[in-house]
């Protein structure tokens, strides 16, 4: 089972960006498993942010961070990012990075997720 471990996190204002990472004890390219991030925000609500599609190599973002927000993956170094711009508090929460099992379509259900990080704190304030 892969192991993964995200970074990046911290406390910034209003309107700040932030880069979070997620490395992976082993590559996933060339498998049939998306990648996700998700967040727990201060009410415990764990939602969908964004994802990595293996089908059509595609990203997907919620509605909440659409155009603020970008994901990339880095074939080579074997790392899944969530590039954050324009934060805002309502951003602030544990952010999750995670894993599908195979085949998982679409890539935006956290049912489809087995596989978690143990997260890292974004805190933006006003």
């Known amino acids: 089972q892969v192991q993964l471990v995200e970074s990046g996190g911290g406390l910034v204002q209003d309107g700040a960006s932030l880069r979070l990472s997620c490395i992976a004890s082993?590559?996933?390219?060339?498998?049939?498993?998306?990648m996700g991030w998700f967040r727990q925000n201060p009410k415990n609500e764990r939602e969908f942010v964004g994802c990595?599609?293996?089908?059509?190599?595609?990203?997907y973002y919620s509605d909440a961070v659409k155009g603020r927000f970008s994901i990339a993956r880095d074939w080579v170094k074997n790392t899944f990012t969530l590039q954050m711009n324009n934060l805002k508090p309502e951003d602030t929460a544990t952010y999750y990075c995670?894993?599908?099992?195979?085949?998982?379509?679409?890539?935006?259900?956290?049912?489809?997720?087995?596989?978690w990080g143990q997260g890292t704190q974004v805190t933006v304030s006003s």
């Open positions: 995670a894993q599908s099992r195979e085949y998982a379509e679409p890539c935006d259900n956290i049912q489809d997720y087995p596989t």
């Open positions: 990595f599609r293996w089908r059509n190599r595609l990203t």
């Open positions: 082993r590559r996933t390219d060339g498998s049939a498993y998306n």
